[in-house]
């Protein structure tokens, strides 16, 4: 993998953590995390901190998604060409079968007659 996308996969991630604790801090239906936070939603009032906080939700999640498109992008394939599915399809054709076969009878039959008695 190259520099890239590493960088961009850890800004996914942080993006992603970020994430989840500001919907934590959103007033749900009930009482949300955010009521334990009594100054600030009387500094800025309740209305306008859930709003801050569904614009940052909206944010990071939109940077989620185009970070993560553009990661796709910076993969490459290293110039081989071939499709992932051909590669399957080739290796499956040129397995042996896992189940034994069965042995073959090397003694040769008699032709003579058994002896009577």
Same mark, same amino acid.
């Given at each position: #993998?190259?520099?890239?996308?590493?960088?961009?996969?850890?800004?996914?991630? /942080?993006?992603?953590?970020?994430? +989840?604790?500001?919907?934590?801090?959103?007033?749900?239906?009930?009482?949300? #995390?955010?009521?334990?936070?009594?100054?600030?939603?009387?500094?800025?009032?309740?209305?306008?901190?859930?709003?801050?906080?569904?614009? +940052?939700?909206?944010?990071?999640?939109?940077? /989620?998604?185009?970070?993560?498109?553009?990661?796709?992008?910076?993969?490459?394939?290293?110039?081989?060409?071939? %499709?992932?599915?051909?590669?399957?399809?080739?290796?499956?054709?040129?397995? $042996?079968?896992?189940?034994?076969?069965?042995?073959? %009878? $090397?003694?040769?039959?008699?032709?003579?007659?058994?002896?009577?008695?």
């Amino acid at each position: #993998m190259n520099a890239l996308f590493t960088t961009l996969t850890v800004l996914v991630v /942080i993006a992603a953590i970020l994430l +989840i604790l500001v919907v934590l801090l959103q007033n749900g239906k009930g009482q949300g #995390m955010a009521s334990n936070f009594v100054a600030g939603n009387q500094t800025f009032g309740v209305r306008q901190t859930a709003d801050i906080l569904e614009k +940052i939700t909206w944010g990071l999640v939109a940077f /989620i998604i185009v970070v993560s498109v553009v990661a796709s992008f910076t993969t490459g394939t290293n110039g081989t060409g071939v %499709d992932v599915t051909d590669r399957i399809e080739n290796a499956a054709s040129t397995e $042996q079968p896992s189940f034994p076969t069965a042995p073959v %009878d $090397q003694t040769e039959p008699s032709t003579e007659a058994p002896a009577a008695e």
